[in-house]
T-cell receptor, first 113, second 110 residues
Framework: NAGVTQTPKFQVLKTGQSMTLQCAQDMNHNSMYWYRQDPGMGLRLIYY???????DKGEVPNGYNVSRLNKREFSLRLESAAPSQTSVYFC????????????FGPGTRLTVL | ELKVEQNPLFLSMQEGKNYTIYCNYS?????LYWYRQDPGKSLESLFV?????AVKQEGRLMASLDTKARLSTLHITAAVHDLSATYFCAVNTGGFKTIFGAGTRLFVKA
């Protein structure tokens, strides 16, 4: 089992460019999440998907969109990248609303110039 | 709005010593999680605490939850260098939104 996989691992964008971060899980989890991690700020939830076909905003959704493509895949799109979006992005999948233990992918390090 | 605070944010300790990391949160919850992150790596789940008074232990680490005090502790016993990492607590108040603390960066000196 690969667990949670993310692509790409690294990306450099120019301001205004767009890109999609991909995430897939093979643990048959219903819920999936996108976080960003900035120094000294822990992880902040961008969007989540409680189940296939649903998505909801987290703490910091502005500037991002998501797609829950199927049960396995959850993508994060930056339509017009800004330097403030320079961060490490983690995808996670987890359990249900009672036990929300999450399992994280390796992360994508994104730099916006 | 749920707030999660950890302290200390940075901890340097000698091998063999004991210490406790604290996680306070602002609204009622009985679901708390501890994660570990090594430098440059992803997060891995350490403990899941789902009720008041829950206590979990793994090796030199023990986590507990007091929902009335809105407090979880992560106790380190006889620290070793391999425990050097950043430790996060995360709280869920219902549904699927989980809020993370800022993390405690632990460095264990030989």
């Amino acid at each position: 089992n690969a667990g949670v996989t993310q692509t790409p691992k690294f990306q450099v964008l120019k301001t205004g460019q767009s890109m999609t971060l991909q995430c897939a899980q093979d643990m048959n989890h219903n819920s999936m999440y996108w976080y960003r991690q900035d120094p000294g700020m822990g992880l902040r939830l961008i969007y989540y998907s409680a189940s296939e076909g649903t998505t909801d905003k987290g703490e910091v959704p502005n500037g991002y969109n998501v797609s829950r493509l199927n049960k396995r895949e959850f993508s994060l799109r930056l339509e017009s990248a800004a330097p403030s979006q320079t961060s490490v992005y983690f995808c996670a999948s987890g359990g249900d609303h009672i036990n929300n233990e999450q399992f994280f992918g390796p992360g994508t390090r994104l730099t916006v110039l | 709005e749920l707030k999660v605070e950890q302290n200390p944010l940075f901890l340097s300790m000698q091998e063999g010593k004991n210490y406790t990391i604290y996680c306070n949160y602002s609204t009622t919850s009985d679901r708390l999680y501890w994660y570990r992150q090594d430098p440059g790596k992803s997060l891995e789940s350490l403990f899941v605490l789902l009720s008041n008074g829950a206590v979990k232990q793994e090796g030199r680490l023990m986590a507990s939850l007091d929902t009335k005090a809105r407090l979880s502790t992560l106790h380190i016993t006889a620290a070793v260098h391999d425990l050097s990492a950043t430790y996060f607590c995360a709280v869920n108040t219902g549904g699927f939104k989980t809020i993370f603390g800022a993390g405690t960066r632990l460095f264990v000196k030989a």
